[in-house]
């Protein structure tokens, strides 16, 4: 790989890089408020979820 070549790649890398933090800058309080929004309810359906698997194995 010639010399040119080769820093045109690691650009490209580097810029690779800079998107990919782009895309999940904030996707963490994203994910918190989902959390925060659907644990409670998630919590409230989990034993009959445990009843109903429960029910299903001892079929």
Do not use: Y
Not at 26 to 44: C, I
């Amino acid at each position: 790989m010639n010399e040119n070549r080769l820093v045109d790649f690691l650009g490209h890398m580097q810029q690779a890089a800079v998107d990919a933090c782009g895309f999940i800058e904030g996707l963490d309080k994203v994910v918190w408020e989902t959390v925060k929004t659907a644990l409670p309810e998630l919590l409230t359906q989990l034993p009959s979820v445990l009843e109903d698997a429960d029910n299903k194995s001892n079929i």
